[in-house]
């Protein structure tokens, strides 16, 4: 049964009757534009066909109370005080609560059934869909304006300030503002958002290597640290303000690790707007290489890959139908993410899933995402 059909019928079974709002909000993924969130740059990612749905009526009084069918629990709680409850799925549907109030947004109790399809923890950020999903939920009763840029801080507020996570503001913003068939350009610096049509055709396949990130919190530092040197030496704000001619002007005075990290977010940047031109005119196969590139640009001047991602971008590389790949998300661990011609992605799918098996001995997870609308009311 799909998620929005298994929440419905929990809230039948529970409540006694029909749902008067069913919501959802996607996952993501990266197509292009990695480790420039920070440095004010692109970003460039996708809403995808798995979410967080709930479906809910409007309740009187300030309680808020749901059902969560992936973790059999249930929780209510005061909108007039509300409490941390650490550790918990419940903490992210209370942190936007907090959040919400916090920006100034005046709430209403409701009750509901809440379910989902984007795996936990793999990197397709089911945070930031959950959150989106409760963002969609309180606007729905309290018959506001679906505000994207609004609801994605507030989401981003819930998760670094109340669940205590720091993440940008990416997750939440492609969720709440995804347009099918499109990905989304995101400037990090002004938080302008454009919809850019994804090739026809052609699907983006999530590559999930069973490793997760090991030593990434230091390394993370780190690379923040030598961006934030590189843009000191031209007497910048961010590398962002930087172009690859000047950059590349001067090598001679940069320190050559510094100058690598600078040229991966440099070219990054770039490679993202690049990416976008070469949607906006369909061309898939420079699409494709823009995403090798900025896999080599990762690996060898960012050095932020492993030897996981690497192999799962080599066999993915090497499928016929397959025409770009790169690792995707912070690194060391995780996902990486292929375009792929729509016909051949379940062949390509198999494929990969088992060359990646017999490479590694690990079990990998395969994932074809169509590119979906961000937070909705479906019913
Ligand atoms: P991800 O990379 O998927 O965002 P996180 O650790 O940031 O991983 O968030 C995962 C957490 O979000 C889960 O442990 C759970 O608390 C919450 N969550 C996500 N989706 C759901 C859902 N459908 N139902 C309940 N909780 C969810
Ligand atoms: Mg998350």
Known sequence: MTVDRQVVQAFEERFGAAPAFVVRAPGRVNLIGEHTDYNDGFVLPLAIDRAAW????????????VHSLD?????????????PQPGSWANYVRGVAWALQQRGHALAGWEGVLAGDVPLGAGLSSSAALEMAVARAFAAVGDWPWDPPAM?????????????????????????????????LIDCRSLETTSIPLP?????????????????GSAYNERRSQCEAAA???????LRDVSVSQLEAAQADL?????????????????????????????????????????????DDFQVSSRELDAFVEIAAAHGACVGARMTGAGFGGCAVALVEDE????????VAAGYMARTGLSPRVYVCRATNGAEIVA
Request: charged share 20%.
């Open 344 to 351: 051949g992605s379940p062949a390509f799918a198999r494929s």
């Open 232 to 238: 000191r030496h031209f007497g910048v704000k961010a």
């Open 200 to 216: 026809a055709g052609y699907a983006v396949v999530v590559l999930d290597t069973a490793t997760r990130r090991g030593l990434a």
């Open 255 to 299: 320190d050559p690790l510094i100058y690598r990290r600078a040229r991966h977010v440099v070219t990054e940047n770039a490679r993202v707007l690049q990416a976008c031109d070469e949607m906006r005119t369909g061309n898939a196969l420079e699409l494709g290489r823009l995403l090798d590139a900025s896999h080599a640009s990762l690996r």
């Open 152 to 184: 994605a801080l507030s989401g981003q507020m819930a998760e670094n300030k109340w669940v205590g996570v720091n993440t940008g503001i990416m997750d939440q913003m492609i969720s709440a503002a995804g347009v099918a068939g499109h990905a989304l």
């Open 54 to 65: 709930i479906a809910l009526r409007p309740a009187a009084g300030r309680a808020v109370t």
């Open 71 to 83: 973790f059999g629990e249930v929780d209510t709680f005061d909108l007039d005080r509300v409490a």
